[in-house]
């Protein structure tokens, strides 16, 4: 079945950085557009970033635009989203997601506080 492992979040300190994994399987990983998407508390899912199957397609919320970059190693079925100049609002749980697959993994939980 499809299975989606986020990881990689953590607590850091504004302007700092982080880099997470979101390792998928149960799928033909290479031939999907994958997203990722953030929830902070309170608010509704967000769309952040999205990568075409051959990890040459990007686009990016206005929000993270210029601090974000969303990649993919289809080797490895992960795809990866490095996050620099983080600021308290970038604050979330956040998920990855296949495309056109209904399936939500558990979510990594990204802290930029100081």
């Known amino acids: 079945q499809v299975q989606l492992v986020e990881s990689g979040g953590g607590l850091v300190q504004p302007g700092g950085s982080l880099r997470l994994s979101c390792a998928a399987s149960?799928?033909?990983?290479?031939?999907?557009?994958m997203r990722w998407y953030r929830q902070a508390p309170g608010k509704e899912r967000e769309l952040v970033a999205t990568i075409g199957s051959a990890g040459i397609m990007t686009n990016y919320a206005d929000s993270v635009k210029g601090r974000f970059t969303i990649s993919r190693d289809n080797r490895k079925n992960t795809v990866y989203l490095q996050m620099n100049s983080l600021k308290p609002e970038d604050t979330a749980v956040y998920y990855c997601?296949?495309?056109?697959?209904?399936?939500w993994g558990q979510g990594t939980q990204v802290t930029v506080s100081s």
């Open positions: 997601k296949p495309v056109t697959l209904n399936r």
């Open positions: 149960g799928f033909t990983f290479s031939t999907y557009t």
